[in-house]
């Protein structure tokens, strides 16, 4: 027996209605611990290049927010002050 589409995920929503909410916070957790079972981590070359290049861009973002500042300052007391 064929069933559609719509029924199946009709039967499928009622099923999941029927499970208590301590069990569907089990399968959730069931899900995300086989979810992180498939995450691929990074080698220990890979996350330090990572993290070399997020410290430069980081410190060039820092030198420019920096200089910006200092202009700024100078514009404000060169008008107020």
């Known amino acids: ?6 029924a199946a ?3 499928a929503r009622k099923k999941a209605q ?9 399968q959730f957790f069931k899900e ?3 979810e992180l079972k498939k ?3 990074p080698t220990r070359a890979e ?3 990572l ?3 997020v410290v430069f861009f980081v410190s060039i973002v820092m030198v420019f927010v920096g200089l ?7 514009l404000v007391m060169l008008v107020f002050g």
């Open 1 to 6: 027996m064929n069933v559609s589409p719509a």
């Open 68 to 74: 910006l500042d200092l202009g700024f300052a100078k």
């Open 9 to 11: 995920s009709n039967n």
């Open 47 to 49: 996350l330090w290049k």
């Open 51 to 53: 993290f070399l290049t």
């Open 32 to 34: 995300v611990l086989r």
């Open 39 to 41: 995450v691929q981590r």
């Open 18 to 26: 029927k499970k208590g909410l301590i069990e569907r916070i089990v």
